[in-house]
């Protein structure tokens, strides 16, 4: 059995992620992305799941600088999952909205939720903590007029309830996780359906001068290769020395992509296939009955 | 004298970047991104400043969504400040690595340093904190063998002297903080040289087809205009609709920029200009001797 390392603890969304793709799989959290991606990297874990956009527990930067400069594994697929928060309580509360004091988050799950706090519960005292893990915990110690905000999988570690579901301020609210695997061995996976394929490359610029970028999007616009993604990220070395992240919506292949990379060399260009994968679109996991009713 | 707003506690880089550019002026620090524009956007607060990019205090994503969806306030100067982190402990503190026990901080600040962490102090328990600041304040009320990571102002802010300086694992990692107003009103600043200046706009394509960023980007290329930054974000309708931010390195113009806008219109595309303004590169406050000796 393959352990799957993730940017844990337990109940985070890529907590969320592993569960929507592996069965009854062996998992390790790791604290921070770095710490994640070495145990892959030293091949304490088989396989690795971190955020790589839009996350709630860690920058996308620290994710992508880190594979680019830290660590050689190869994305091996992506996971998309909706970010919903809630408003978690201890079991024993029968109170509504007015009556929660304090309210107990991670601040960028406060930030996410900004417009329901300000409208429903302005009067509430807010506390910051670590993790909505974290949060969830304090809630199950400190009972009375305390709320959590986090995820199903957090209220169902520490054995709270939902008071009230989804108040995030935005209803397409997305975190893409990136699945990681030094070795190529079969991976045992649900049987999930890849809502598409994509290829991920970076590519270094020569250097810094006008229409470059529009040069090497030319290499794949003229042979209709689709693009859902580019982002430009300053290289470590110091500001003014860029490389792109290119999302190419179509799978590697022996013709398009080799054609491609080989304009792109002769424009002076570094190129590094980050990996070639298909990515599934999973929905967030649901309520189970049991744990919102008193 | 107009107030700053800035994303806080005291000691946050997001301080370090309002200390860098305003002389003696008031300030109010927020918890959240979206609570701070919210104070530039309803006057409670005549400027605001926030991280854009790399930040360690909130993701980037949210000021940029956050200023595309939700208020109308634009830039009007950009502040780039190099991340130094430092190793703190208590002034009382007379050991040296081996004997800290205990590291505090922000799950960003500490996968900043995990080089460091794990080739010096490998045996150091981390302890997970909401903030850099909140790490400092533990430090301060624990003493002995407790240590926190954080910035300079949040050594000074409570006391505490510096027992390793710029433990960070990358030299070149700055962060982007942008200056927003929402009345042009004369603002005083420090005596600084722009180090550029730059427009920032937002491109929504009208559908997902392929080569569309390349047409976008020839109306900037063949009038060579270079850009700095080109990132796509989904739109929150959905997955699958993009928008583009892209910094262009000139300020705007009234022959140029008009003449791309009107290009882009005749494309289907909508642009909204978020701001042209003056860039600041800052250094990162130093240290003062009398906090660093013991």
Redesign the interface.
Known sequence: MSTVGYLGPKGTFTNVAVDAIFDSVDTKGY?????CL?AVNNDEVALAVVPM???I??????TV?YLI?QVDVPIIAEV?IPIEQHLLVHPGFTGDLKDIETIHS???A???C??FI?KEMNNAE?E????TG?AASIVQQKKGSHAAIGNILSAEEYGLKVLRTSIHD?????TRFAVLQKNQKPVQMKELTANTYKTTIMVTLPS????A???V??A???R?????????R??????GN?F?IIDVNQPYDAVLFPAVQAELAALGCQIKVLGTYPCF?VEAPSLSTEKTAE
Chains 1, 2 share one sequence.
């Open positions: 604290r921070t992305i770095p710490e070495d956009e839009n996350a527990e860690g920058t996308v930067h620290l600088d400069h998309v991670h601040t960028q406060i930030a996410q900004h417009q300000h807010i910051y903590t670590s993790s974290e935005y209803e397409n609210n997305h810094d001068y006008s229409g970028l529009h040069q999007l030319s794949f616009a003229w209709k290769m689709n693009l859902s993604k580019i982002e430009s300053p290289m470590k070395t110091g500001l860029y792109f679109h």
